[in-house]
């Protein structure tokens, strides 16, 4: 009993250390082990056995400890200024749209001026976030290498937080109230969403990995911005006192992120007074949602690769550019 | 190399006989340290050149137990670890010039 337990604990202790030494460390503890069961001393086994288990995990035990306080600095660097890089980046396309579409267009040709809105907004806004995500990719060299799920939350949680404050300083304060489950949404989506496509890339499935991400992603924010239309939005026009509340029909309501991202360029799909009304429900989180997304998932994968031993194996030069490939 | 206090015992203990093959368990009894700390300190110890580990040269069944690995300080370890433990001795000896670092009344 006692012997199966310690061999339990020793398995357990074995996983918390690298996979370079883990197989001659386990069997290091084995030999030690079976010295004590020999002498029949049971209470030394166990405290060895739990000792090793119990100890401070071996993430990188063989790394002297000092040298881990750059990295983790700049990783808590990095996530904290990224999502504020994206929210500039964001405001720099729809500025840089206002300035191209509105401000010279609008006089000269206001038809296509009225086209060409949220597609320019798009296209600055994702020339921005694909930077960012190269710049990401390059950044993750020097982060900590964590795991997918980690790497997710400690990516996607200060994204959330990052909206809900600017939403709070600079628009209205019900704005926040009517966005906040749509954040809450979208994070825990994206964690998810995430989580599967860094373990596709740990796995060195870069391609399945960028598929996952975009669509998953895509999809997501699809759902946060019908959630909140639908929270706040009765399905048809409602006369009440004094006036009458809007609706949107629900039948389009997959197509309204993409509309909101191309406009009505398509020619297909809900009227443009609903996607006027959509547009003003959501604000900028679709925007703020394309400009987040680049650099989460080349990050993200940046550093599944560099901690996977098999993509490392596969590919003796790994670097950012590779790993953006 | 940083040498916090399990650091120091495990290189003290090797001190001790730098020509001596010590194995986990030997180490844990001259350390007074448990497996959890002591193995992390081997690990860092290997990384930083001063120990050298290898396997045990023996037939396991006609010994009738695995093979032990040993570990034993490098020429760079004795030298290094000497004089890492000579500056420790040195910076924590208690100043004992007259008129400083005594204890005296607070008021």
Redesign the interface.
């Known amino acids: 009993m006692v012997t199966r337990l310690c061999a339990v604990l020793l398995r357990v202790a074995a996983r918390r250390w690298p996979a370079a030494i883990r197989a001659d460390l386990h069997r290091e503890w084995q030999a030690e082990l079976h010295v004590l069961a020999e002498r029949g001393r049971t209470a030394p086994m166990l405290a060895y056995a739990a000792s090793l288990a119990l100890s401070r995990p071996a993430a990188d035990p063989v790394l002297d400890r000092s040298t881990m306080t750059g990295p983790v600095l700049r990783t808590a660097a990095f996530l904290l200024l990224a999502p504020l890089a994206a929210t500039v980046a964001a405001g720099l396309g729809l500025w840089l749209m206002s300035l191209t579409v509105n401000g010279s267009l609008l006089h000269s040709r206001p038809d296509l001026a009225f086209y060409l809105q949220e597609i320019t907004a798009t296209v600055f806004v994702a020339f921005f976030a694909v930077l960012l995500a190269l710049l990401a990719a390059r950044l993750a060299r020097w982060g900590v290498p964590a795991g997918p799920l980690p790497l997710a939350v400690g990516l996607v949680v200060p994204c959330g937080i990052t909206v809900a404050l600017f939403i709070a300083t600079f628009m209205q304060s019900d704005k926040l109230w009517r966005v906040l489950p749509e954040l809450v949404l979208w994070s825990a989506g994206m964690v998810g969403v995430l989580w599967l496509a860094a373990r596709a890339a740990a796995l060195g499935h870069l391609r399945l990995a960028w598929c996952v991400g975009l669509m998953g992603a895509f999809v997501v924010a699809d759902l946060g911005v019908v959630f909140t239309v639908l929270n706040h939005t009765p399905a048809h026009y409602v006369v009440i006192e004094g006036g009458f509340e809007p609706g949107v029909s629900r039948a389009w309501a997959v197509l309204w992120l993409p509309l909101l991202y191309l406009g009505p360029l398509v020619g297909i799909g809900p009227s443009q007074e609903d996607m006027w009304y959509v547009g003003d429900l959501v604000d900028l989180s679709p925007y703020l949602y394309l400009a987040f997304t680049p650099y989460l998932l080349a990050y993200a994968f940046a550093t599944a690769r560099r901690r996977s031993p098999a993509a490392a194996a596969s590919e003796p030069v790994s670097g950012p550019a590779a790993a953006g490939r | 190399?940083?040498l916090t206090v399990p650091v120091a015992k495990v290189v003290a203990a090797l001190l001790a006989d730098p020509d001596a093959e010590r194995?986990?368990?030997d180490l844990?009894k001259a350390t007074e340290l448990?497996?959890?700390?002591l193995?992390?300190v081997l690990?860092?110890l290997?990384?930083a050149g001063w120990v050298a580990a290898h396997w045990e040269q023996i037939d396991p069944a006609a010994e009738g137990?695995?093979?032990?690995?040993y570990y034993r300080l490098t020429p760079q370890g004795v030298t290094d670890g000497r004089h890492a433990l000579a500056e420790l001795h040195a910076a924590t000896q208690p100043n004992t010039e007259p008129g400083r670092g005594q204890a005296r009344p607070a008021w």
């Open positions: 190399m940083r194995y986990g368990l844990m448990p497996s959890g700390t193995y992390p690990q860092r290997q990384q137990r695995p093979a032990r690995r």
